[in-house]
């Protein structure tokens, strides 16, 4: 027997269902990912139109039935409209839900990456915030939620947490000086080493609070980049799209820096 319940949630994908249905993908605190029907949500003038596209965050009123749920209601207290008007920023902010998509499921504590996801979203609508080290700030915090984060905090070799000075990737950490000694790995900053362990450590609520430079920044993509491509096994069709869109514009400011 079916009953309703109120979820609090994101919608983090939609498609369209026949002529006035849609399908979406939830991401909620009390369900963790599910897929819901929103029916009539393409029905102009429709309650459920807005409230059925991507950001848009509230309570979700669903009936659940023995194999599906149908969203009968929503009260959205943040659509999250500053993304949809900034391009670049939308880019970033697909990526995210399709990285919660892909680690939600159903029936698990998804609460911190919703609480991720949301203060994520946030930062990119935060004209003060670099949305590339929002980026990877909330890819390395996504892989400590789901248990897949690096160990940089001792060596992976003899377990000394001093003079960690190489990012190994494929054992998932660090090295000290002495250990990487003809080991292929990558050279790891200081400053590089501490932004990760901040990221690592600190509460969601504080991650976006601070800035880093150039160097540190490139250094952390390079490592992310490769990181996230030995342990993740899917690739994100936002983030091709997004970094065609970045590859466009640098190839623009490089044209400019030339004339």
């Known amino acids: 027997m079916g009953q309703t319940i109120v979820l609090t949630g994101m919608v983090l994908s939609a498609v369209p269902v026949g002529e006035y249905d849609k399908r979406i993908t939830l991401l909620t605190r009390e369900r963790g990912k599910i897929s819901a029907f929103a029916r009539g949500a393409r029905r102009p003038n429709s309650q459920m139109m807005a409230a059925s596209n991507p950001f848009s965050f509230g309570q979700f009123e669903a009936y659940e039935g023995r194999s599906s749920y149908t969203v009968l209601k929503a009260d959205i207290s943040n659509y999250f409209r500053e993304l949809t008007v900034d391009l670049d920023s939308a880019y970033y902010g697909f990526y ?116 880093v430079s150039e160097e540190v920044l490139e250094k952390l993509e390079k490592i992310m980049n490769e990181y996230m491509k030995n342990y993740i096994d899917r690739k994100f069709h936002s983030l091709q799209v997004l970094e065609e869109n970045e590859g466009f514009a640098a190839g623009i400011l490089t044209e400019k820096d030339g004339r």
């Open 96 to 211: 995210f839900m399709e990285i919660a998509d892909y680690y939600g499921r159903e029936n698990a504590d998804e609460i911190h990456m919703l609480k991720l996801l949301y203060q994520s979203l946030r930062a990119l609508e935060n004209a003060h915030l670099n949305n590339r080290l929002v980026r990877r700030i909330f890819e390395l915090k996504a892989m400590v939620i789901n248990g897949e984060y690096p160990n940089v905090f001792s060596c992976l070799k003899c377990g000394k947490n001093e003079n960690l000075t190489h990012f190994h990737v494929k054992s998932g950490g660090t090295l000290c000086s002495s250990c990487a000694k003809g080991v292929p790995s990558f050279y790891i900053d200081e400053s590089t080493l501490y932004t990760m362990q901040y990221i690592i450590t600190s509460s969601i609520e504080k991650l976006y609070t601070f800035a």
